[in-house]
């Protein structure tokens, strides 16, 4: 069975091996971008189940790859799990409602939530979660992808 592909953007090498491996470990396909630039052109080439993504990457930061994501098709509803140094508690609705985060955590993560919202929005094979539907702000299958 093909295993779910989450896109993972994150420019630190120590979280990005601590997310990629846990992630790896229940059952996804992790791919893994360090640049925002890099981001937007692995969701386009490998359309994957979710993102999980750094707001303050180099070159494009999350909330203005959120926004290109949003623009097109079906990536509008694509779950953006966003992951950021920068939150504070008064900025987290701020920053969700102007991004539409799927959902918003700040640094350092709790491992356990940053999973639990993976499967959530993306169920893998191997989890016990993978036998909820997804959720039904996914909307219909994909369509092409048609660049930007």
């Given at each position: 069975?093909?295993?779910?592909i989450?896109?993972?953007?994150?420019d630190?090498?120590?979280?990005?091996?601590?997310?990629?491996?846990?992630?790896d470990?229940?059952?996804?396909?992790?791919?893994?971008?360090?640049t925002?630039?890099?981001?937007?052109?692995?969701?386009?080439?490998?359309?994957?189940?979710?993102?999980v993504?750094?707001?303050?990457?180099?070159?494009?930061d999350?909330?203005?790859?959120?926004?290109?994501i949003r623009?097109h098709?079906?990536?509008?509803?694509?779950?953006?799990?966003?992951?950021?140094?920068?939150?504070?508690?008064?900025?987290?609705?701020?920053?969700?409602?102007r991004?539409?985060?799927?959902e918003?955590?700040?640094?350092?993560?709790?491992?356990?939530?940053?999973?639990?919202?993976?499967q959530?929005?993306?169920?893998?094979?191997?989890?016990?979660?993978?036998?909820?539907?997804?959720?039904?702000?996914?909307?219909?299958?994909?369509?092409?992808?048609?660049?930007?």
């Amino acid at each position: 069975m093909t295993r779910p592909i989450i896109v993972l953007a994150e420019d630190h090498a120590d979280t990005c091996n601590l997310y990629l491996h846990l992630l790896d470990s229940v059952g996804y396909d992790v791919r893994v971008a360090t640049t925002g630039d890099a981001a937007l052109a692995l969701v386009r080439q490998v359309r994957p189940a979710a993102v999980v993504l750094d707001i303050g990457l180099p070159g494009i930061d999350g909330i203005e790859i959120c926004a290109r994501i949003r623009q097109h098709g079906w990536f509008r509803n694509l779950p953006i799990i966003a992951v950021t140094g920068w939150l504070s508690a008064g900025h987290r609705l701020d920053h969700l409602a102007r991004a539409s985060f799927s959902e918003l955590f700040g640094k350092p993560v709790d491992t356990r939530e940053l999973l639990a919202a993976v499967q959530r929005w993306a169920p893998s094979t191997s989890s016990p979660s993978s036998m909820r539907a997804r959720p039904a702000a996914l909307g219909p299958a994909p369509t092409p992808w048609m660049g930007s």
